[in-house]
């Protein structure tokens, strides 16, 4: 008896969430893969900037030498990769996005918003959410609070916010980040589209 191919799954949502340095995209994103209702996996990131304290190798991000990142974009490793804050590298490795959406796997990019712009073009259906501060001193005071940056570097993410701000029209979503509750239950309200989408693929072929 011929048995019938099984269907191939439906690559799961790409989602990007980018914000202002200290807005709160850490907090919210691990709050929403903890509690997802559906495979959804933040990508780990990788980053020429020291770790912080507290931040785990390979899970907060891959700590790559400068000559580790230069070799991975030679490599064509990366989907997309930023210098941010005139400092830092940052780029997403693609083994931590491909493989996970071909099982279905909903994954969340949390990158600047030049890796934004750069994966709506490699990737014109991925799902693009902005979160936003309430005002300007609580982005600062937040940042301050964090407590895990030099003045100097404090300050020049404060300068970089003005750009990333300004760049929130481009975005599909934008989230206030006022009260973190409010701001999770809207990002889960607009995830949840793309997985009924994908859940009606899968299962209703
Ligand atoms: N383009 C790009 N940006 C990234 C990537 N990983 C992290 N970022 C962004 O780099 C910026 C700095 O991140 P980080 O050093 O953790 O500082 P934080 O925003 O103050 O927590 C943030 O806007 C991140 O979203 C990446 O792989 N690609
Ligand atoms: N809604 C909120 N209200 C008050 N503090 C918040 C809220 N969301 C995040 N924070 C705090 O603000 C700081 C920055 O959050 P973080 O997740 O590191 O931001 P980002 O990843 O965008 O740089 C952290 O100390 C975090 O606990």
Redesign the pocket.
Same mark, same amino acid.
């Given at each position: 008896m011929q048995t019938a191919e099984p269907e191939p799954v439906q690559p799961g949502p790409l989602i990007v969430l980018s #914000?202002p340095? #200290?807005? #709160?995209?850490?907090?919210?994103v691990e709050r929403l893969v903890a509690t997802s209702p559906w495979p959804l996996r933040r990508a780990i990131t990788a980053t020429t900037r020291p770790p912080r304290p507290g931040e785990i190798p390979g899970k907060s991000y891959h700590f790559w030498t400068r000559e580790e990142f230069e070799r991975a974009i030679r490599n064509q490793h990366l989907l997309e990769w930023a210098r941010v804050f005139d400092t830092d590298y940052y780029g997403t490795p693609r083994d931590e996005v491909e493989p996970y959406r071909a099982k279905g796997y909903g994954v969340i990019l949390v990158i600047d918003v030049q890796g934004a712009a750069r994966i709506r073009e490699l990737v014109p259906d991925a799902l693009h959410i902005f979160l936003m501060p309430p005002n300007w001193e609580t982005l600062e005071q937040?940042?301050r609070?964090?407590g895990d940056l030099s003045e100097e570097r404090l300050q020049r993410r404060l300068q970089t916010a003005q750009t990333e701000l300004a760049a929130a029209p481009h975005f599909d979503v934008v989230v206030i =980040?006022? =009260?973190?509750d409010s701001?999770l239950q809207q990002v889960q309200q607009a995830i949840a589209p793309r997985f009924a989408a994908l859940k009606s693929r899968n299962t209703n072929p």
């Open positions: #914000g340095s #200290g807005v #709160g995209k850490s907090t919210l937040r940042l609070q964090r =980040n006022d =009260n973190l701001a």
